[in-house]
């Protein structure tokens, strides 16, 4: 049994809170958050103890691991003194808003031997999880371009990120995975469209050895869209994040057409397989993984490392030299 605690129990850390509550090798001893009131209550839901003062919380508590689910800007201060504690540590994306940040964060865990998972949610995606077998196993040939859309409206709640180290942080990191690398060249157009104080939308155009992947996100369309479409020498994949479907067109060589109607039936629907997927909660793959990880000692599925190269990336976009 591991003994876990939630710091920041906001939109995403009550999710990790019900998620732990449920898993069967896992002990949710307490939770902790600056909201008292909204804090008692989940941990009277959830039948754990709860904790304004986090350092108070690792004090007192017999806690094998933590999910960090603070705001970005707490990252650092929160998971190294978790990481000093010599607590397993599964930190939100992203890793922290400064390189130098994310050096330390990784570097603490090391000199403290915990580990470290980055709460890069779509690595547990299942449909990114097939995806990547298909890939990995030559269906889709030799990947020539990705492109990624990530939109929606603005969360309010969101104070201090922006949304390229908010939203495309997640396919930076989808791309280096897919594509085992990072990528050589970054060039963007990003802007202010709603909101006032950081750039609120964003197009990423990155090359990669031999592929070309653009990134569109923002926080101005007024409806939730996570979709990736890959083109590849053999074939063409269609993968919808929320739905988790996943569509695979195999390459077909053109074909003649005799009339206009004809060409409909040809071409309007292409020859395609959607690919069966057993659909589950990423976050619940992604918590029940780092539990395993804690078990077996086994290197998770999303580093400090992998972290650090999504950020840097963002890093360059938004133009900040930290
Ligand atoms: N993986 C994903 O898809 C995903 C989705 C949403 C948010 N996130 C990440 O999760 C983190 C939190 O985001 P959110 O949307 O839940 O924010 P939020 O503002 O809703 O919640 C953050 C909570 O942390 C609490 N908090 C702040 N400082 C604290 C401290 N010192 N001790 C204890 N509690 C403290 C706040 O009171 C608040 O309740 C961010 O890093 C964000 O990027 C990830």
Redesign the pocket.
């Known amino acids: 049994m591991i003994n876990v605690a939630v ?7 009550r999710h990790h809170v019900r998620i732990y509550s449920e898993l069967e090798n896992v002990n949710l001893v307490a939770i ?4 008292e009131i ?2 008692k209550k989940l941990a009277e839901k959830h039948s754990c103890k709860f904790y ?3 350092k108070a919380m690792l004090d007192t508590e017999e806690i094998d691991a933590v999910s960090v ?4 800007k ?2 650092t201060s ?1 998971a190294l003194y978790c990481a000093n504690k010599g607590k397993h540590i599964l930190l ?3 890793i922290a808003d400064k390189v130098k940040d994310a050096e330390e964060i990784i570097s603490a865990c090391k000199k403290n031997n915990v580990l470290l998972l980055v ?3 779509e690595r547990f995606n299942p449909a990114i999880t097939e995806l990547k077998r298909q890939i990995d196993s030559g269906t889709l040939g030799k990947i020539t371009s990705i492109i990624s859309k990530r939109v929606g409206l603005f ?1 309010s ?3 201090d ?1 922006d949304v390229v180290v ?1 939203l495309a942080v ?1 396919d930076i990191d989808i791309f280096n995975y897919l594509l085992k690398s990072t990528p050589e060249k970054v060039n963007s157009n990003l802007g202010n469209a709603l909101i006032d104080d950081r750039p609120d939308y964003a197009n990423i155009l990155l090359k990669y050895d031999g592929t070309s992947a653009f990134i569109e996100v923002n926080w101005t369309t007024p409806v939730k869209i996570r979709t990736l479409s890959i083109t590849g020498t053999k074939g063409y994949a269609e993968l919808n994040y929320i739905t988790q479907e996943l569509v695979i067109y195999e390459t077909n060589l053109e074909k003649e057409f005799d009339s206009f109607g004809d060409f409909i039936i040809k071409f309007g629907e292409a020859e395609h397989k959607n690919i069966e997927i057993t659909k589950s909660e990423p ?1 619940k793959n992604e918590l029940m993984h780092f539990i395993d990880c804690i078990g077996t000692g086994a290197i998770p599925k999303v580093t400090g490392e992998d972290a650090l190269e999504a950020l840097k990336v963002c890093l360059i976009v938004t133009g900040d030299k930290n």
Request: charged letters at 20%.
């Open positions: 710091i920041g129990t906001g939109a995403m850390g902790s958050d600056l909201d909204n804090g304004a003062d986090f689910v603070v705001p970005t707490f990252h929160v939100e994306k992203p709460g890069h949610i969360p709640r969101i104070k990120a908010d997640h976050l």
